[in-house]
């Protein structure tokens, strides 16, 4: 199957800080999608990217589609308590069915 | 929140038996997933249905299939349970694919001993 890289594996930050995180692939990808979840959850859909380059923001969320389409990058500004969770990217595999998940950052965040 | 349920949300069976998880909907979507998550592996897919009766393999699809005789229900049946199902699987649905997303049910914890 495809490989999906997140990194970093695990951020420990101060309320308030701005985070990063980024997903690459080995292969090309046509849809990229980021996704949270909380503990005991499914996975929640925060943004979905389709072109490369595309930069999209959902609230304090931004995320961008990178031009290679072989990696995408997940900002999350002035972190607060609830961005707790595990982060997800997800890419398609061409046919829109089958998506690839990473295997996710964990971000803790310290009041 | 899209209706999605799953039962049982907790079950532990011992290696051999056959299992069935149960995914249903009330969405009416066309497209629904069976994935399975574990530590250092994200989420993969296990099989999927784009309609009634219709199904396709995913990732992992080995020692696991699924049926799918209503829109609403998507079924995932492991015949002879082994150690290595032990996970936690999602159902998910979606509307057009998922390319727009899809949204995943609560989960359910399958331990097998």
């Known amino acids: 199957g495809q490989q999906l890289n997140q990194s970093p594996q695990s951020m420990f930050i101060q309320e308030g800080e701005d985070v990063s995180m980024n997903c690459t692939s080995s292969?090309?990808?046509?849809?990229w999608l980021w996704y949270k979840q909380d503990p005991g959850e499914g996975p929640v859909l925060l943004i979905a990217?389709?072109?490369?380059?595309e930069l999209t923001s959902n609230g304090r969320l931004t995320a961008q589609f990178g031009i290679t389409r072989k990696d995408s990058f997940l900002n999350i500004s002035a972190s607060i308590p609830s961005d707790v969770g595990i982060y997800f990217c997800?890419?398609?595999?061409?046919?829109?069915?089958?998506?690839?998940f990473g295997t996710g950052t964990s971000l803790t965040v310290i009041p | 929140d899209a209706g999605i349920t799953q039962s049982p949300r907790h079950k532990v069976t011992e290696t051999g038996t056959p299992v069935t998880l149960r995914c249903h909907q009330t969405?009416?979507?066309?497209?629904m997933y069976w994935y399975r998550q574990d530590p250092g592996h994200g989420l993969r897919l296990i099989h999927y249905?784009?309609?009634?009766?219709?199904?396709d393999k995913g990732e992992v699809s080995d020692g696991y299939s699924v049926s799918r005789s209503k829109t609403e229900d998507f079924l995932l049946t492991l015949e002879s349970a082994t150690s290595s199902q032990t996970s936690v699987y999602f159902c998910?649905?979606?509307?057009?694919?998922?390319?727009?997303?899809?949204?995943f049910g609560p989960g359910t914890r399958l331990t097998v001993t």
């Open positions: 249905s784009y309609g009634v009766k219709d199904t």
């Open positions: 998910a649905i979606s509307e057009g694919g998922g390319r727009l997303g899809q949204y």
């Open positions: 997800a890419g398609d595999s061409n046919t829109g069915n089958q998506f690839y």
């Open positions: 990217l389709y072109k490369a380059g």
């Open positions: 292969s090309i990808f046509n849809t």
């Open positions: 969405e009416n979507h066309r497209y």
